[in-house]
């Protein structure tokens, strides 16, 4: 058992009295997660500088304390959160948050762990640059690099890991590594940086980071097209990428079961179907681009391009294109998951599988659910042009004879199944693993994965002292 | 000592007949590299199957038999051929070549490791698909991953890392790991794959990938712009980028000094700037896109934007445009290393630095030569739009008092350490390390990096068995 008074004035006196937080009222938001994750913490130490997270990383090696790294603390996966022991310290990166460099020839920004995306992008901005993720949290970059955040707009940007171009880290036993690459092209051996994207922080600390951004698009359009079927969804967005890849940003698509119920409880969101029932699916199109609109007139490309696709093969799929503004278009995505919470208990899904098989792996998901659970709706949505799709089912407490936490650890363990074996699909498409994930992990990952992260957490934190994520 | 006679027989009978060479003629071809490389094989064995590489490996495991993989041999590092003891197998993938799965809706396609770049972009255009890395060579899809190689559209597309989405990868033991992901989006934590992206096989032999292709450009446009100074090239890319983003794949730079030779020595390359003399440099500016030409006039755009352009700031550093075929302007381009051999000794680099540092580091690296080397011409070229550049000296070799091998030795170290510790830079943009860089990646690597390989090795290859290229 560690002495948590002994170890507040020890840290105390390494970072300062500011840095230390040890009363259960301000311990109380280190130690909850957003959607999952809740435990106890030691305390929460707040260190200002890389070289104030390797005193603290150097005092806590020494004395066997373990650590659980922590940004914004608005991951969905419990993975920034303290288990139950009350033993584990909170390492806040809140207070690193300082460096915050710009260098617009070069297209790159060198900013500190800490770091709020709003904070850079506010910055970036000035510049008419933006880091192109995009997302509804506001999230630490250094939290954004430990899950590989994707969003909304990966089909055009790619998730973090694209978007990456050196870490600093700090590791268990305190050594800073400086990996700040600055470059686009650097072939000279393993790309360390990769081992710490994506992977919960249980391989070291990241302090630091270069980040390649992009140019803030003049100009979006934004199309609502609706299918028929899942299938005609791809038809659609296969015809749509051939011609409009450079501008196609987003792809999002939302069944009639996801997108009815936004209009129910949101009376202030037009529904473009006025009172008819909507199609099976829903796609939101959207375009953006560099280009000024004396080159390239976006609204006017979309809509012509839209009517030649409905002309051809693509077009049998589609029955209804609605033109209109992208705020109006973007909120009925945007209330979602919101809406289906007033319907019942709902269950969301992280899935991915290849774009090719969404599809039928959606039909195959509600085959099962409607043999086995037909009180369970499947409200489907989710970013078709990267083959994720955030799977909400909904039903009524009072329908199901079993506990919903039952039926919930159930239906995770069968749709998971379904994608994972039956569809070659991912049961985290971008949330991560943590703890919520870690059952699958341990069911999915294949034995030599899980051997070479044992030989790297042997070699980089032999004493087993960062985060929860068990990766061996 | 292995007994090649007793191996060849053993792995005839693994691997039938044809798959095994010994004879001295049959070898050359796989001992000695393009550029640089030499070495002499115990024996050549060439498994048409994942299953087959993986019985070799087993077999030469159990015999301590080091082995080289290698693909089409195109590498510039030396990292595919066998050391000079006689004594390593080459693996030679070029029989593994038959798995070409595309799926069109995906956007992805399924490859065996030694299927050739060509042979994988005829599949694809088929489909109106490409894979987007541009080269002068012809390499398997396995050597281009373990090279992680880059080429001229990195701009735009990425380099391998940024479009390849699984492996399969055969370890030293003969395991085989399916990590043949088909997903854009998949955080369920450590990336295998990129232990095998950029480490010249070290780790594994890559058999098989899974690759994201990208829709075919249906038009393009390209012009050469005249610019002052270093400075004036990047103020321009600057000022093109933020509007053209979209639709800027290339961004190519000429010095004088390279240019002028192409002229030189090829009188059926027309001169855009006549009898005068060119400015310091020239830089080739394509745009394509995927979007139809009654949608976006690519020509159009171009010179419009660059005549806007030269009316700003930006237009002060200009001399010369000139719009024309991008065939015409690319040969410019594609003749410059081989007009350069015309002019007496060249020393190739390829180097990278942070792009807003590029005109300091080029003037930088002129500085030193005229100091120590007066008869030494620095002819740079490069991928300004990456931060690369090929960095060419030129001289004749009466001029020298010293042997080329003694002054090639010196002039690599001196400009080696001025772009890695000057200017934050790279000894190897795109080659990879191999034996040719092998010295200055043990220069420059830090020691935590170097740490992380030793236990990758160990774990993934403890008796030291494949490849040459030392990262521990």
Known sequence: MHDSVRTASDLRALLGGDAVLTEAEDLVRYESGWRYGKGRALLAARPGTTGEVSKLMAYCQAHGIRVM???????????????????????????????????????TAVVDGGLLLSALNGALSAHGLMFPIDLGADPTIGGMIATNTGGTRLLKYGDVRHNLQGVEVVLADGTVVDALN?????????????????????????????????????QQAVALVGCVSGEAVLAL????????????TAYEVISANALIPVFTHH???????GTGRPPAYTALVELSSTLPEEALNLPEVLEERLGAFLEGDAGEGVTDVFMGRPE???????????????????????????????????????????????????????????????LNLVWKEAESSRPAAVL??????????????????????????????????????PEPVKGVNHALKQHLDPGNLLGTTRLA
Not at 202 to 210: E, K, L, N, P, Q
């Open 69 to 107: 790294p922590q940004g914004a603390n608005t991951g969905l996966v419990g993975a920034s959160n303290p288990d139950a022991s009350g033993q584990m310290l909170v390492l806040s990166l809140e207070r690193l948050n300082k460096r915050l460099e710009i260098d617009p020839v070069n297209r």
């Open 182 to 218: 600055h470059l686009r092209k650097n072939n000279t051996g393993l790309d360390l940086k990769q081992l710490f994207v994506g992977t919960s922080g249980v391989y070291g600390v990241i302090t630091g980071a270069v980040l390649q951004v992009v140019p803030v698009p003049r």
């Open 237 to 248: 967005m296969q015809v749509l990428e051939r011609e409009l890849a450079d501008v196609f």
């Open 267 to 273: 009376d202030d969101i037009r529904n473009p179907y």
């Open 328 to 390: 109006d278009f973007w909120a009925i995505r945007h209330h979602i998951s919101e809406s289906l919470r007033s319907e019942g208990k709902v269950l969301a899904f992280d899935i991915s599988v290849p774009r090719s098989r969404m599809a039928a792996f959606t039909e195959a998901a509600v085959a099962l659910l409607a043999k086995d659970y037909p009180f369970v709706r499947a409200c489907d949505f989710g970013h078709w042009g990267d083959g994720g799709t955030h």
């Open 408 to 445: 919930v650890e159930e239906l995770q363990a069968r749709i998971y199944e379904l994608a994972v074996r039956g569809f070659d699909g991912s049961y985290s498409a971008e949330h991560g693993v943590g703890p919520h994930n870690q059952r699958f992990y341990d069911t999915y990952t």
